[in-house]
């Protein structure tokens, strides 16, 4: 069966921004965001749906920046910090829980060893949103009910079959017109 990147589904989950980095007003109020998940991703999550999902995406938080910054100040070029980064570099939108929170758990390492004379705020800075992060995505403020998500499968499938049958349509039509004509 194939899928088609322009029938990503639009899905709406609740999120808090870590609230180091939006304001207290902010940080009390649940927010409700859009996302996109590509089919690719949506297939990852049919088919562990007991896994859980951090997700990614610079639209909910400041999950990339961080990550960037720390892969800026790593100076000994830690291996899960560079695949989480190349993860989202690469366009994906979610990780699994466990692997994301290695990650940034491996981090803080990084950041307690580093020493920045010229900007010691900022290292202060990314230390305490690191925290936070980490924090957020253990109380599942990051995280996509993964349950609700696999109750969608039937009918992201009947989309994708009604997808496919609308282009074979299509293809036979073309082929009529090429014939008669």
Same mark, same amino acid.
């Given at each position: 069966?194939?899928?088609?990147?322009?029938?990503? !589904?639009?899905?709406?989950?609740?999120?808090?921004?870590?609230?180091?980095?939006?304001?207290?007003?902010?940080?009390?109020?649940?927010?409700?965001?859009?996302?996109?998940?590509?089919?690719?991703?949506?297939?990852?999550?049919?088919?562990?749906?007991?896994?859980?999902?951090?997700?990614?995406?610079?639209? %909910?938080?400041?999950?990339?920046?961080?990550?960037?910054?720390?892969?800026?100040?790593?100076?000994?070029?830690?291996? !899960?910090?560079?695949?989480?980064?190349?993860?989202?570099?690469?366009?994906?939108?979610?990780?699994?829980?466990?692997?994301?929170?290695?990650?940034?758990?491996?981090?803080?390492?990084?950041?307690?060893?580093?020493?920045?004379?010229?900007?010691?705020?900022?290292?202060?800075?990314?230390?305490?949103?690191?925290?936070?992060?980490?924090?957020?995505?253990?109380?599942?403020?990051?995280?996509?009910?993964?349950?609700?998500?696999?109750? !969608?499968?039937?009918?992201?499938?009947?989309?994708?079959?009604?997808?496919? %049958?609308?282009?074979?349509?299509?293809?036979?039509?073309?082929?009529?017109?090429?014939? %008669?004509?």
């Amino acid at each position: 069966m194939q899928f088609h990147l322009f029938l990503s !589904l639009m899905l709406c989950f609740s999120a808090m921004t870590p609230s180091l980095l939006c304001s207290e007003e902010e940080e009390n109020q649940e927010q409700h965001n859009m996302i996109y998940l590509s089919d690719f991703e949506l297939k990852e999550i049919f088919a562990f749906p007991d896994h859980s999902y951090v997700y990614l995406g610079k639209d %909910v938080s400041y999950l990339s920046d961080i990550v960037d910054a720390l892969c800026e100040i790593d100076q000994n070029k830690n291996l !899960l910090l560079l695949s989480l980064k190349n993860h989202m570099a690469t366009g994906f939108k979610i990780g699994r829980m466990a692997a994301v929170l290695e990650a940034l758990t491996s981090a803080q390492d990084i950041v307690e060893n580093v020493v920045d004379q010229h900007n010691p705020e900022r290292i202060t800075l990314i230390k305490d949103h690191l925290a936070a992060l980490i924090e957020h995505i253990k109380n599942d403020r990051l995280t996509l009910n993964t349950q609700i998500l696999s109750s !969608l499968k039937e009918y992201v499938d009947n989309l994708v079959a009604a997808d496919e %049958v609308q282009q074979n349509n299509e293809q036979e039509d073309e082929l009529l017109e090429v014939t %008669v004509a």
